[in-house]
Structure formats: structure tokens, C-alpha cells
């Protein structure tokens, strides 16, 4: 079982993960099995877009740091597909130079690539010769490595039109935090002023109806009670002390009027007029 076990992690395989017992086969089959299972043609194995992205997949995991030609570094990736052939897959390095054939197996849906047994390849995918010389490099690899040089400019320039934006945008949003707490301030300072205010004005009207509740109960001092909020104070204040005044003028009136005694003197014209103290004054204005 132990070789049986190793036999499975050798093509990268889990035994729980398998659809089939091992238990019921010898290591020699199992070990054609999986063979089986590996092969680009099986029926284990994935579709050819499948398998493509798959491998795409594992050459994009494997890069490295280098410079361009402003000399910042970006991570590259060493490997790129250009085709499969024969159950080799044929990839090009970063250079866009050397063309390499690399086996692979297929567990499942992983796929694995071994670069430690690559062939140098030349560009019409058979093994390279001696005497192979740059002159089978076809007119579409160039095209390709132009491609991608525009390529990497284009995404050079991208992620500094990104950076500067980035920038710029964290300065309005702190611009925007900025204006958004001072106008929070300014609303709270204002809401503060007006309840002070508010409570103000409500005092001096206090006071102002206090020194006045003498008035308590008339229709036009009540009237002006009321409507106290369409005055300013000093306004208030007047309207209020015409109303007292009226109030005051009549109050007296009607007092003086109370406050009269008439007492009537009647004097006979035969009164003798050294007998009335007051002489002849009340016989003369009683005419």
C-alpha cells in the first residue's frame, strides 16, 4: 500500500479524490492506469481549451523580477504557450527568442509541466538541430514580440495614468472629508447659535411680560402675546407700553370721576349778603 501510496503522489493524485479502489489493483496496474489518466488523448483527461488554460494557468505562475528600460522593476513571466504537439507543450521564454519543448502531465484537472526535461525547440515545433539558426524564427514570432513590447508600454503607462489618478483622488477625497467636517462644525455652531438665541429672545419676552402682568386678561395686551414673535423686542416693548398707557389714562378717568363730591348751595336772593361766607360767588357764576 506504502508503494502504491507513493506511486499516486508521484502523479500528484490523492486517494480519496480518486474514483476507483486502489486496493483492488496491483501496483503494475495501477500504475498503467494512471499512466492512462495522464495522457493528453485520454478520457480522463480535460478538453484541449481546458488543457490550454490549464497550462496557461501554471505558465503565469512562474515569473520573476526584472527591469524595463527606465529601470523599475515589474515581475515577468518566464514562460509563454505557443502550442501543443505530440503531447509536448511548446512554450517561448521571456526573450521571445528560445522556443523549448516541455512534458506535462494531466491528474485530474491539474496539469503538470516538467522544465527539468525541456528540448530547445525551433519555431516549425520539431526539436532543434545543429545548425538551426535564428532563421526559423517566422514572421508571426515577430509580430508577437512587437505585440507585446506595445503591450508592456501600454501597461507601463496604464498603471502611471492609474498611480496619478489614485493620487489625485485621495487629495479630493480628503479635500471632500475636510469640507464635509468643517460643514458639520459650521451646521452644529449654527444650530448652537439659534437655540441660544432662541433662548434669549425667550427671556427678554419673560421679563417684558412679568413688567406687565398687570395687563394679564386685557384683549389687546393678550392679543400682542400672541403674536409676540412677529416684534422685534424693542417693538415688543412699545406695543406693550401704548396698551398700559391706554390702560392707565382710562383707569385714571374713571377715578378723578369717582373722586368728584358736588354739594349743592342754594342762596335766596333775599339772603342777606353779609350773612354768606363766600360773598356774592356762587350767586353770580349760578346765573
Same mark, same amino acid.
Given at each position: 500500500m506504502d508503494e502504491k501510496l507513493e506511486l499516486l503522489k508521484k502523479y500528484n493524485l490523492e486517494k480519496d479524490k480518486l474514483d476507483f479502489s486502489i486496493?483492488?489493483? %496491483?501496483?503494475e496496474d495501477l500504475e498503467i492506469k494512471l499512466k492512462e489518466m495522464s495522457k493528453p488523448d485520454s478520457s480522463f483527461s480535460l %478538453?484541449?481549451?481546458q488543457l490550454e488554460d490549464e497550462i496557461r494557468k501554471v505558465l503565469r505562475g512562474m515569473t520573476t523580477i526584472t527591469h524595463d528600460y527606465w529601470g523599475d522593476?515589474?515581475?515577468q513571466q518566464l514562460w509563454y504557450f505557443r502550442d501543443i504537439k505530440d503531447g509536448i507543450v511548446i512554450v517561448i521564454d521571456s526573450d521571445w527568442s528560445n522556443y523549448y519543448g516541455v512534458p506535462y502531465t494531466v491528474s485530474g484537472d491539474n496539469v503538470t509541466l516538467d522544465f527539468d526535461n525541456k528540448v530547445p525547440y525551433v519555431a516549425d515545433w520539431?526539436?532543434?538541430q545543429e545548425g538551426d539558426t535564428a532563421s526559423n524564427f517566422v514572421k508571426e514570432e515577430v509580430e508577437a514580440i512587437v505585440k507585446y513590447t506595445a503591450e508592456k508600454a501600454k501597461e507601463k503607462f496604464e498603471i502611471e495614468k492609474n498611480d496619478a489618478v489614485k493620487v489625485v483622488q485621495d487629495k479630493l477625497d480628503e479635500a471632500s472629508k475636510d469640507?464635509?467636517?468643517?460643514k458639520t462644525e459650521n451646521e452644529e455652531l449654527k444650530e448652537f447659535k439659534n437655540t441660544r438665541l432662541s433662548e434669549i429672545r425667550q427671556e427678554q419676552e419673560n421679563e417684558l411680560f412679568t413688567k406687565f402682568s398687570k395687563l394679564d386678561g386685557d384683549e389687546d395686551y393678550e392679543t400682542i402675546k400672541t403674536n409676540a414673535k412677529n416684534y422685534s423686542i424693542e417693538d415688543l416693548e412699545k406695543e406693550i407700553a401704548v396698551v398700559y398707557a391706554r390702560k392707565t389714562v382710562t383707569f385714571s378717568s374713571k377715578s378723578k370721576e369717582k373722586s368728584t363730591i358736588k354739594v349743592p348751595v342754594d342762596f335766596s336772593k333775599d339772603e342777606k349778603k353779609g350773612e354768606n361766607p363766600?360773598?356774592?360767588v356762587f350767586i353770580k357764576y349760578k346765573k
Open positions: 486496493d483492488d489493483l %496491483s501496483l %478538453s484541449n481549451n522593476a515589474y515581475e520539431r526539436p532543434k469640507f464635509t467636517t468643517l363766600y360773598g356774592d
